[in-house]
């Protein structure tokens, strides 16, 4: 499908790009190197292999795009933005291999960072929700840059945490240049350079043929250095640690260049300035070896914490000194997912299953997966959503807690198996004790949730919670369970029998499942309208996809068109001055934390059901403009009329989530939405209080619908789980 199709895709260079609010490294460098053109030489960028960070490309893609961050993300048109980028690079012979970051560091020589970054986060959505401006990535993009990835044969692989290092490292092996988007590439000495995503112009391709290129600037260390008395390039790691970088205490860096006396900065350097940065690298420049530097900041900064700071220095320096090779070049000359290092594994990851390692180096498995297991923590990010209720996240509680029920319990408890019982309620990261009650209990482990509470972060330790299942799952052959017992902890975590998914197509089963956990797991509860355009989006992204599809049917079909249209038509335009319906775009968001959660519970239990096509689940401004038009008086058959197809499939999804199945259902217009912790209307006020199910449901858990009129009001039944 061409992009004309999907409603005309806005061109990266037609928006200004943010890049000061998802840069990273060290302070102030970018915005100073970038706006001095000597440093840089012209390069035409072709018949070359290319390391990209993964993270940052996504990042950039999608800020510097004018893509929807408002109503919750338009998929659609980022996973086709994606598909243009590679298209752009193989035009010019360009083969990518992309890293993604992992986890969080094991060391937490980064976390306050990480907290500070996720409590910025938190007042940009807010920011947004109110119609200012600012910068939040929608939650499901990364799952969608992999999966287009993925569909398109990029080389791919996931860092156990932060990617830099093995990005440049992997650069320093091939002599490639890196894309990337941060500041401590321009202190890595890499033989091929570093390109700056802002300076590289994958949208202008020149030339023609074999000799087409992307123009790019690229920066090397040498010739930086020379600007500067053609200084002694192992300088520079001093000179970021003492600038300042993630990992540098400000109030160090403060105090150096409070003591130090810099030289002045001649005039003329170029057309920007920065008198700090040019003024350490001049200071720097006077010494002929690191020693001698690191020294001469030591004694300035003085004091009786020389020996300690002499160490953390020492050890900030080292963060740039590469290796040979890289631990990474495995990975993309094997045409299996390669092991990873055990030598370079945290202590929690060196005897977990193969299948597991292999899933989290392909990217298969999340970041979260390394998250709980090596710290036992989870940052939930910030969403645009209506700040004055409880987070969004509240909603996929349960789906988080049997995720980290798998990850942590079983292990737990055949550590303490040998050292007799610890004691009850002694709960906190990191504790276990044996408990007596049903059989999900969770042996009280916990992991430390950051989530937002009003407009602030909050840690709050969750329970986690192993899923019921006969036979028991056993962790370290979890792959090779048979599919209908792994398929059954995924579907009773959802609450949903298997019987339903029949009639489905089966990338949309997990997005209906997910849907009816949705419906009665938020508070508030979803609108019929805003149900029925949910569905109705699920509709719209499979005809597009199928649309793109040579040799389908409906690529040719005229009435399939026509649907497609009038539905994009009612997009609401992410550049309107449009206020925002903050109730829609709230449950919007728990639909999205939902449909997130439930994707890795999947992914963790091996593909028990088809992984769904991310890119066509949800579009916000689609959605948002659907709900609108269906609450104003139309209705979901008028807008697919000219496709029976497309009005077949809405009946389908409609059935599977109300639970009618069979001949004579009631219309989807008339039928009764399910209510969670109610009984034939009658609501049971507070949460955790469902009638007569077993286990600690606890923050955000769902309870059983009831009425014979409503049959998916039995597909929560728990009691039936020990059956078979």
């Excluded at 055990?342 to 929690?348: C, D, E, G, S, W």
């Excluded at 593909?607 to 609108?628: D, I, M, N, Y």
């Excluded at 217009?669 to 606890?698: D, E, H, M």
Aim: glycine share 10%; net charge positive; with cysteine.
């Amino acid at each position: 499908m061409s992009l004309k199709q999907l409603g005309g895709l806005p061109s990266a260079s037609d928006t200004p790009a943010t890049d000061t609010l998802c840069t990273m490294g060290v302070h102030g460098l970018a915005s100073y190197v970038e706006g001095n053109r000597q440093f840089f030489t012209d390069l035409k960028l072709k018949n070359t292999h290319l390391v990209i960070d993964g993270c940052s490309l996504y990042f950039r893609l999608y800020f510097s795009s004018g893509l929807d961050q408002v109503r919750g993300g338009d998929y659609d048109f980022f996973a086709a933005l994606v598909r243009r980028f590679f298209a752009a690079l193989s035009e010019c012979n360009v083969r990518p291999f992309v890293v993604l970051d992992g986890g969080m560091d094991q060391t937490d020589k980064k976390f306050r960072t990480l907290r500070e970054r996720a409590e910025s986060k938190i007042r940009d959505a807010h920011s947004l929700s109110r119609g200012s401006h600012a910068c939040i990535l929608p939650l499901l993009s990364r799952e969608v840059f992999r999966q287009v990835l993925c569909d398109l044969g990029i080389p791919l692989v996931q860092c156990i945490s932060e990617a830099d290092f093995e990005i440049a490292s992997l650069a320093h092996q091939w002599g490639c240049p890196v894309l990337t988007n941060d500041s401590d590439f321009y202190i890595f000495d890499l033989h091929g350079g570093y390109l700056p995503f802002a300076l590289f112009e994958w949208e202008n391709i020149c030339g023609k043929g074999p000799e087409r290129y992307i123009p790019a600037r690229q920066f090397t260390v040498n010739r930086f250095c020379s600007h500067f008395n053609h200084m002694n390039k192992q300088l520079l790691p001093l000179f970021a640690v003492i600038t300042g970088n993630d990992y540098t205490l400000a109030k160090t860096t403060e105090m150096f260049f409070s003591r130090v006396e810099l030289q002045s900065v001649p005039k003329g350097r170029g057309r920007h300035s920065n008198p700090r940065i040019e003024g350490l690298l001049l200071w720097l420049s006077q010494f002929a070896r690191p020693g001698d530097a690191l020294e001469e900041v030591l004694e300035i900064l003085g004091g009786q914490r020389k020996g300690n700071l002499r160490t953390q220095l020492s050890a900030r320096i080292q963060d740039y000194q590469l290796p040979p090779n890289s631990s990474l070049a495995q990975f993309f000359s094997s045409s299996q997912p390669a092991l990873l290092d055990i030598q370079v594994l945290p202590a929690a990851l060196v005897s977990q299953p193969e299948w597991l390692l292999r899933g989290v180096a392909s990217g298969s498995l999340p970041p979260l997966v390394l998250d709980v297991l090596v710290l036992q923590r989870a940052l939930l990010i910030a969403q645009v959503e209506n700040s004055r209720l409880p987070s969004s996240h509240e909603a996929s509680l349960r789906i988080r807690k049997a995720i980290y029920g798998l990850l942590l319990v079983e292990r737990a408890v055949q550590a303490n198996a040998g050292q007799g019982q610890r004691g009850r309620g002694r709960g906190g990261k990191g504790t276990v004790g044996q408990s007596g009650g049903s059989p999900g209990s969770s042996s009280f482990c916990f992991v430390e949730e950051y989530d937002r509470l009003d407009l602030n972060l909050k840690k709050t330790p969750v329970e986690a919670q192993l899923p019921c299942t006969q036979p028991k799952l056993k962790w370290d052959t979890l792959d090779k369970v048979a599919v209908p017992v792994r398929l059954k902890v995924l579907l009773s975590t959802l609450g949903v029998m298997e019987y339903v998914l029949q009639s489905l197509p089966p990338h949309l089963c997990l997005p209906v499942c997910v849907t009816y956990f949705w419906m009665n797991s938020s508070k508030p509860k979803p609108s019929p309208s805003l149900l029925k355009g949910l569905l109705l989006g699920l509709v719209y992204g499979e005809l597009c996809r199928r649309r793109a599809m040579a040799g389908d049917p409906l690529c040719s079909s005229a009435g399939t068109a026509f649907v497609c249209e009038q539905l994009s038509q009612l997009r609401l335009n992410s550049g309107q001055k449009r206020s925002l319906d903050l109730g829609v775009a709230h449950s919007l968001c728990q639909w999205q934390s939902c449909m997130l959660s439930g994707i890795y519970l999947n992914q963790l239990l091996c593909f028990p059901l088809s992984e769904p096509h991310s890119a066509w689940l949800f579009s916000g401004t689609l959605l948002h403009g659907l709900e609108a038009a269906l609450r104003g008086g139309l209705s979901a058959e008028t807008l697919l009329a000219a496709a029976p197809a497309a009005v077949q499939l809405y009946s389908i999804l409609f059935g599977a989530v109300m639970g009618i199945s069979g001949q004579g259902h009631a219309s989807p217009r008339s039928a009764p939405l399910p209510t969670a912790g109610s009984s034939k209307g009658k609501g049971r006020g507070k949460r955790g209080q469902g009638g007569g199910g077993r286990g600690n449901r606890g923050r955000g858990g769902m309870s059983r619908a009831t009425g014979l009129d409503n049959r998916f009001g039995m597909l929560t039944v728990e009691d039936d789980l020990d059956e078979d």
